[in-house]
């Protein structure tokens, strides 16, 4: 097993020569016989009629992606060339050449220090006796200080241009890995409505992608995305038996090599369990698994955008009684880890794990304490967590066994008034929703003040609080509005109002349905 910085492609170590080539063979005198490659995008052309025994065309078995990284960044492309003899490898670019040895370091196609000036569209040629293979790759570079870069503009415009609903490579790639349950929420995220021709298109792939592993991998199975399993630690696993044990095995995030201190990848029999420790924001994305080029997993690691709006607390609870532990989030998540001295803990006999219907609040119960189940217990959501004392108290004895009770004489200072009485504000207000119809939305925000204020919900200035089209909460301070699915009706401004003697406060928000008029199929 080798983790790599980069990629093993003989043909590329040879020849990396960034020069401009004809694209017309037959200006050449050649024959210009246009042959089909198992990876969409590549373009091969034969220049005899027919080949020598054990001679080949040129390929790619991996093809270089479309990037987009910020501007002063490192962009690497990278791809695997087959073919016998051995091809030429050589780079054009759409804009421009590349003979700026400052800009453009020739390093398995990194181009350091990337600028705006550098975004387009490039073009990778391998090319032999017996034929040549192109493909091309654009680059998007995102403009520091800027909204958008000029070429991430470009790289909308081509998005564009492809078929409606049809999405990027990632999408497929992580279709290939999940499992059937899952395929909804996917296609929710990427915006695709289409399920039929979705389920076509995946089939096609599938194939592509059997025939591909089947040159290297024995067996694959048991595919777990990435998820955290303790506090600042996540990850994924899958079983693998390879028909070469000396294959080489390759990590990517995204377009990123993965050779860290943080990152992982040990093995045990045919499982093999990949880890990131001291989890933050950077680590978000898609991570890939590929063997001598070809994947064989991808997983999409999302870190939530919520926190924990009240922490749990230490909990003290006699022998034999039951403890809760319960914590109220700032946006809804149907389900957190739950953690017992470091171990995770499930639904089970031992645990009860519960969650409100608004998804805000979320509670562990200890059933049945016993002097073995003290400790510290963490609530786990995302990159955030929090963690408090279970205390199990026991009664004392007398040495002959009998229940001995103790008192205890508390001496309290005299009491003072004090007044807490606060007008209505918002901790938490409303934040923006753009949402596919048919789909499920939620909006929350969270409110304080003494005595607690009375909540109303609006929708164009309309009252929605007695709309049973609307599914509305107030728990803790924190008010949740639901709709399970929504449609060009729902769109328009959504007001909370917060009232009480000392005051008023409000905050508004927008819903905006993407798509008023796309055709959803449910299977």
């Given at each position: 097993?080798?983790?790599?910085h980069s990629f093993s492609c003989q043909s590329l170590y040879q020849d990396t ?127 520091v200080g800027f909204k958008k870069g000029k070429a991430l503009q470009e790289g ?368």
């Open positions: 097993m080798h983790i790599s020569r960034m020069t401009s080539k004809s694209d017309n063979p037959a200006a050449a005198g050649k024959l210009a016989i246009k042959k089909r490659s198992k990876v969409p995008g590549v373009m091969i052309t034969q220049f005899v009629e027919n080949l020598p025994q054990g001679m080949s065309t040129p390929d790619f078995t991996r093809k270089p992606i479309a990037l987009t990284i910020q501007e002063g960044k490192t962009a690497i492309f990278r791809s695997i060339v087959t073919g016998n003899p051995s091809p030429n490898v050589t780079w054009t670019r759409s804009k421009g050449d590349l003979s700026d040895g400052d800009r453009f370091k020739i390093i398995y196609e990194t181009i350091s220090d990337v600028g705006v000036d550098q975004a387009g569209t490039y073009k990778c040629f391998a090319e032999n006796e017996y034929g040549k293979a192109v493909v091309t790759a654009t680059l998007n570079i995102i403009e909308e415009r081509q998005k564009e241009d492809r078929l409606p609903g049809e999405p990027d490579e990632h999408f497929w790639e992580l279709l290939l890995s999940a499992d059937r349950k899952d395929y909804e929420r996917i296609c929710a995220e990427y915006g695709v409505t289409d399920f039929r021709w979705m389920l076509k298109k995946l089939n096609e792939k599938k194939r592509e992608r059997e025939e591909e592993q089947a040159q290297f991998v024995e067996h694959l199975s048991n595919l777990k995305p990435i998820e955290i399993k303790t506090p600042g630690c996540a990850e994924f696993e899958f079983e693998m038996e390879l028909k070469d044990q000396n294959s080489r095995i390759f990590l990517y995030k995204v377009q990123k090599s993965l050779f860290a201190l943080n990152h992982s990848l040990k093995q045990i029999g045919r499982k093999f369990v990949f880890s990131v420790k001291d989890l933050d924001p950077e680590d978000a994305g898609l991570y890939q698994v590929d063997v001598e080029g070809v994947n064989v997993f991808s997983t999409d690691f999302k870190i939530p955008s919520v926190d924990f709006l009240v922490k749990i607390q230490e909990v003290k609870a006699i022998e034999r009684e039951d403890a809760v532990f319960e914590c109220v989030l700032s946006n809804p998540m149907p389900q957190i880890t739950w953690l017992g001295k470091n171990v995770p803990l499930q639904q089970g006999e031992k645990h009860d794990i519960t969650v409100s219907e608004d998804k805000l609040i979320h509670r562990l119960v200890v059933k049945d304490c016993l002097q073995l189940d003290k400790g510290i217990y963490t609530a786990v959501v995302g990159i955030k967590s929090c963690n408090a004392w279970l205390v199990v108290e026991g009664e004392t004895t007398t040495a002959r066994g009998k229940e001995k009770e103790e008192k205890f004489i508390l001496t309290l200072p005299e009491s003072k008034n004090c007044k807490f009485e606060a007008a209505p504000s918002f901790l938490l207000p409303l934040k923006k929703h753009s949402n596919p119809p048919g789909y499920e939305c939620y909006m929350s925000c969270a409110v304080k003040g003494d005595p607690a204020p009375h909540i109303t919900w609006y929708r164009d200035n309309v009252s929605l609080n007695t709309n049973t089209n609307y599914y509305i909460s107030n728990t803790c301070g924190v008010c949740s509005l639901l709709i399970l699915r929504v449609g060009p009706k729902d769109t328009g401004e959504y007001k909370v109002v917060a009232e009480s003697p000392l005051g008023r406060a409000e905050c508004s928000t927008t819903l905006t349905v993407r798509g008023k008029h796309a055709h959803m199929i449910y299977l």
